[in-house]
């Protein structure tokens, strides 16, 4: 065999070899360093957009909520006659039954929010958040059919599964409206509620004369056909504890059954952790807190402000974040603090602006 046909058949070199493989981890380091910075990329992408889902989701809700609040239905011109015995103008003391106070905020330097409880167990109120009661009337898409006074009753257009005996109602037309309790009620294609009163009892109401203001302009002494009728709706938003446990927080509400009087809180979006709430009143420029309001000019209030800190909640996506802290999710394993942000929203009432 010849030196040329040798050289020919011989393999690489050791050191063509390594430079080969060199030059190959040089390429795999740089393909995984760009595969990795992809993936890190996309786990943020992922995190940023569960952050604005839920974002998106509480101001939604929050928005739509502090438009309804004093919402009768009927363009009353704030003629609303309250006879609930729990109401504050008959000597009663339920927050839900306070129609004046349809919108009512709780923060530092306030009295505790009557509905909740402070405390670290599922449900309960974070210590130091604010909250936000609102009243309204429910949209239920009843009507009047008729109203006849010598059985102090009110058969309807239409039923729903919210009727029931003792369910507190509102009652309206263009010239007033009634906040009464259902003292009966009849199922059927027109249901029948009535109105039963006597005075004093806990459970029904203590005013035979659901139009006090009927006396002006000649107007009929009972509601007319297809004068609309709803169920009082009243709940509050807060921060409060979650199922998931190791501190986690959603945002909450907290709905009354106006049958009972008692207060059921529901997780509305999980990974609220903070709400920060402001008020604007009639003729003024600027947002206070609810302790600057005052008790007599909750009326008065024509837009909140509502800032809301979200983090995101899948632990997937753990990790991604420069933030400080500990990571609040359900893995076993602390990690990097989860991507949050902070929003800020402003919505009018839209019952008392023009």
Do not use: H
């Not at 070199?13 to 910075?37: D, H, K, N």
């Not at 009082?232 to 998931?244: E, H």
């Not at 609220?272 to 909750?298: D, E, R």
């Amino acid at each position: 065999m010849s030196r040329r046909l040798a050289k020919a058949l011989a393999g690489f070199t050791l050191i063509e070899l390594m430079v080969a493989m060199l030059l190959g981890l040089i390429v795999i380091g740089g393909v995984t360093s760009v595969f990795l910075a992809n993936q890190q990329v996309y786990r943020t992408n992922a995190a940023l957009g569960d952050v604005q889902d839920g974002t998106r989701m509480s101001f939604e809700m929050l928005a739509q909520n502090i438009r309804e609040a004093g919402l009768l239905g009927c363009g009353n011109n704030g003629q609303v006659t309250n006879v609930l015995p729990e109401s504050p103008a008959n000597g009663g003391t339920a927050w839900w039954a306070n129609w004046n106070n349809n919108l009512m905020g709780y923060g530092a330097g306030t009295a505790a929010n009557p509905a909740l409880t402070v405390g670290t167990a599922t449900g309960n109120q974070v210590s130091g958040t604010d909250s936000l009661a609102v009243l309204s009337a429910a949209d239920l898409g009843l009507s009047i059919n008729t109203q006849a006074v010598s059985t102090t009753s009110f058969t309807l257009n239409g039923t729903s599964s919210d009727l029931a005996a003792n369910k507190v109602m509102i009652v309206c037309d263009p010239w007033e409206a009634t906040i009464f309790r259902a003292s009966s009620y009849t199922s059927g294609a027109k249901p029948v509620i009535g109105y039963a009163l006597t005075s004093g009892s806990t459970t029904d109401n203590t005013s035979t004369n659901l139009r006090p203001y009927n006396t002006v302009g000649g107007v009929a002494a009972t509601y007319a056909a297809n004068s609309p009728i709803a169920t009082l709706a009243a709940g509050v938003w807060y921060i409060g504890y979650n199922p998931v446990g190791n501190g986690s927080t959603s945002l909450y509400l907290a709905s009354v059954d106006t049958t009972t009087g008692a207060v059921t809180s529901q997780e509305m979006v999980r990974g609220v952790t903070a709400m920060s709430i402001k008020y604007n009143l009639l003729n003024t420029t600027s947002f206070v807190t609810a302790s600057a309001v005052g008790a007599s000019n909750w009326s008065s209030v024509v837009a909140v402000q509502i800032s809301l800190t979200v983090q995101q909640t899948s632990t997937a996506n753990a990790g991604v974040s420069a933030n400080a802290g500990t990571y609040t999710g359900t893995g076993t394993t602390a990690a990097a603090a989860p991507i949050q942000r902070s929003y800020t929203i402003t919505s009018t009432v839209r019952n008392r602006v023009n």
